[in-house]
């Protein structure tokens, strides 16, 4: 299994400012997924990260608002740009396993935009 | 419709109860995971499955492909079992159900 950690855990953001997620593996993976959960919902994929190259975002989410860097292959940042209180959600990171379909996810970063 | 159908939305139950979470899915898939996340916010992959069934602790988990339907259950169920049970299958991405909001009370 793979251990991932981010920072910050949860933060309390004003509207129209940006933060800057990161997501630590502690072993290489090739492919780094962000997700989405706002309140009550189910989990949204944002964007995969493969390291080398641009991330490919899902339906309905862009890089000016999401951009991401994926700079090794051990570390990845999601940066939630010009936030509004529609961005308030648990942002959770993912990696794949070494198994086949098997996934990780992260503890997750709560974001509160006032 | 979402492709990914949990029941029931939300559970209570007293402790020592044997609890039975559904999940049911419209996708062919090739696995079939089953989430834990915490009123913190964390995810841990309790369980993934592609035929059949697995047991780990007072967890069991089966599914049956062709029904397309899987059930989580918890037996001897404990206040610390109290989280959200996310049902996710793999179907070229991951896709989520809701969830299942269980409550076990002492």
């Known amino acids: 299994s793979a251990v991932i950690s981010q920072k910050p855990s949860r933060d309390i953001c004003q509207r129209g400012t940006s933060l800057t997620i990161q997501c630590q593996v502690d072993?290489?993976?090739?492919?780094m997924f962000w997700y989405r959960q706002q309140p009550g919902q189910s989990l949204t994929l944002i964007a995969t990260?493969?390291?080398?190259?641009?991330?490919?975002?899902e339906s309905g989410f862009v890089i000016d608002k999401f951009p991401i860097s994926r700079p090794n292959l051990t570390f990845s940042t999601l940066t939630v740009s010009n936030m509004s209180p529609e961005d308030s959600s648990i942002y959770l990171c993912?990696?794949?396993?070494?198994?086949?379909?098997?996934?990780?996810f992260g503890p997750g970063t709560r974001l509160t935009v006032t | 419709k979402n492709e990914v159908e949990q029941s029931p939305q939300n559970l209570t139950a007293q402790e020592g109860e044997f609890i039975t979470i559904n999940c049911s899915y419209s996708?062919?898939?090739?696995?079939l995971h089953w989430l834990q996340q915490h009123p913190g916010g964390g995810i841990v992959s309790l369980f993934m499955l592609s035929s059949g069934k697995k047991k780990h602790g007072r967890l069991i988990a089966t599914i049956n492909i062709q029904e397309k339907h899987s059930s989580l259950h918890i037996t001897a169920s404990h206040p610390r079992d109290s989280a959200v049970y996310i049902c996710?299958?793999?179907?070229?991405?991951?896709?989520f159900g809701a969830g299942t909001r269980l409550t076990v009370k002492p």
């Open positions: 990260a493969n390291q080398g190259s641009e991330a490919t975002y």
């Open positions: 993912s990696v794949e396993g070494t198994g086949v379909h098997e996934q990780y």
């Open positions: 996708v062919g898939i090739s696995a």
């Open positions: 996710a299958v793999w179907d070229n991405d991951m896709r």
């Open positions: 072993s290489q993976v090739t492919m």
